[in-house]
């Protein structure tokens, strides 16, 4: 008579243990779900609930990520009190000291269409970072330009900006020392000035990169919906003055005449290239044109007899003086003389515009000052504090 041992308690828990093992084992490799609870398999149904949920997480953080990438398209991708990053998609120089920077968000589409209510408003400006010396300075993007009508109504390449390089400035060497595809930091909008809607005329006088604001004004100027007569239509004179001709090469004067400013060199040795330009009467008109003497050319050409332009070059003995101010104040045009009758001052029917270095604006109408932490406009100086404005309202920039 054979005896058999029965097993221990815990061995048949062991075995029990083990054939569990190799039952999910054998289902895994077969690719069945299997259930280690002694209840057997989940239904069909619950099996489902971890799909359904992992389906919802992926929706809603596709929607999250959707909504404020829709709000930052719509609404515009800077912001007033955070720094947002954005890469140089192109650098052009233009000449010795200056470059036209293109700058695109570095995380996000590029859209101008959130910024068209600015270009239409007026002179505005964006601050760029400094990150090593966290400090920022506020330049001015030039607006879209004309000759992009051809390519379609919307300029596509992102803000531009016209800076030189200054001696001691921070920013600007800093920004000339990036190559391209570098990474700058941007804040702003920042209004700076609102063109009135009732405009008849503008003299701007620009120094130097003060043209882009300039640009910036004859933009909303003559863009503004007319709700007037073709003949009462609102009219920008620019007089931009530089320190040497490679600032403006190709640009020709639309209103003076430079052969009789021009101051002659005492001796037949003492003319240059220049001198020998405005002997042979091609003036400034030379082969090659700078990159905002275009686009200058270019509103021109869209906007006919409504914006002319003279150019002035402190190397060459042209400066814009009192006499160039008070032929230009007291000549208005056809379109604003009507209006002159009934403008007062500080309605701005008529303006004088002032944009760039400190020297300059001082200059011509006395320097900004500063009052309880910010910059003013300060008492009206310099050469339009001795010409006859009434009229004329005037704004440093």
Not at 68 to 89: A, D, V
Request: glycine share 8%.
């Amino acid at each position: 008579m054979r005896r058999f041992a029965y097993p221990s308690r815990a061995l048949l828990q062991q075995q029990k243990l083990s054939s569990s093992l190799v039952q999910f084992q054998f289902a895994v490799y077969n690719g069945r779900e299997v259930s280690t609870s002694a209840k057997g398999p989940l239904p069909a149904k619950n099996r489902r609930w971890p799909y359904f949920v992992a389906i919802c997480v992926t929706a809603v953080g596709a929607f999250m990520t959707y909504k404020p990438w829709k709000e930052s398209t719509s609404r515009g991708i800077l912001q007033q009190q955070t720094f947002t990053p954005f890469t140089i998609t192109s650098k052009e120089p233009v000449s010795s000291t200056s470059t036209i920077f293109t700058l695109r968000p570095t995380n996000a589409p590029w859209s101008a269409k959130p910024y068209d209510y600015l270009w239409k408003q007026g002179v505005w400006s964006i601050q760029i970072k400094q990150p090593q010396l966290q400090i920022a300075r506020a330049y001015t993007p030039l607006p879209p330009q004309a000759i992009s009508k051809t390519r379609g109504v919307e300029d596509s390449n992102g803000f531009r900006f016209f800076i030189r390089k200054e001696d001691g400035g921070e920013v600007s060497s800093y920004l000339h020392s990036l190559s391209f595809g570098s990474t700058v930091e941007l804040r702003g909008p920042n209004p700076e000035f609102d063109i009135p809607k009732d405009v008849g005329e503008v003299l701007f006088l620009a120094g130097g990169t003060g043209v882009a604001p300039a640009l910036q004004a004859a933009h909303a100027v003559l863009s503004q919906e007319l709700d007037r007569e073709s003949s009462k239509a609102s009219k920008i004179h620019i007089l931009w003055a530089n320190r040497r001709r490679e600032d403006c090469v190709g640009g020709a004067n639309n209103s003076r005449d430079e052969r009789n400013m021009r101051p002659r060199p005492q001796a037949r040795s003492e003319i240059t290239l220049a001198d020998s330009q405005f002997e042979s009467g091609i003036c400034t008109k030379t082969n090659k044109k700078h990159a905002i003497i275009k686009e200058l050319e270019a509103l021109q050409l869209k906007y006919p007899n409504r914006i002319t332009v003279d150019y002035f070059v402190d190397e060459e003995g042209t400066f814009i003086t009192g006499d160039i101010i008070r032929k230009a104040i007291s000549n208005p045009s056809a379109a604003s003389r009507h209006e002159a009758n009934s403008a007062t001052e500080g309605q701005g029917k008529r303006l004088v515009l002032l944009s760039g270095p400190d020297g300059f604006v001082s200059t011509l109408a006395g320097p900004k000052v500063w009052e309880g932490g910010q910059e003013v406009q300060g008492r009206l100086g310099g050469v339009l504090s001795r010409q006859h404005l009434q009229g004329w309202t005037v704004w440093k920039l």
